[in-house]
């Protein structure tokens, strides 16, 4: 298996595991998603200075990503990565990327 399917294969699996943990519903509308029409939203966003500031790993990482319908409720679901919220959000999986666990609940 080639490293790009290696990749695709963790997106899939990725995306089947927050599909079913959100129980096929919409993160921000709530709202149910057909399983072949929906899409992964980042909290924080994949830019630049994002990637520079956390890592890679954590604005890649499962827990920054939510499944949304497309267009508006993906756009709903970024956090302004400026605020404290997309810090501590970030700092939270950065932990556990370090420990291997979750040890801060988010509301
Ligand atoms: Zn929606």
Request: proline letters at 4%; hydrophobic letters at 35%; charged letters at 25%.
């Amino acid at each position: 298996m080639s490293r790009r399917e290696r990749v695709s294969d963790q997106i899939q699996e990725t995306r089947g595991k927050l599909y079913s943990d959100q129980n096929a519903l919409c993160w921000w509308c709530h709202l149910p998603m057909a399983f072949n029409d929906f899409e992964l939203a980042h909290r924080v966003p994949q830019r630049r200075w994002c990637l520079d500031r956390w890592g890679a790993a954590a604005v890649q990482h499962p827990r920054n990503l939510v499944a949304t319908h497309s267009g508006y409720c993906n756009a709903r679901a970024q956090l302004d990565p400026e605020s404290a919220e997309a810090e501590v959000h970030m700092q939270s999986i950065r932990k556990e990327i370090r420990f291997g666990k979750t040890t801060v609940v988010e509301g």
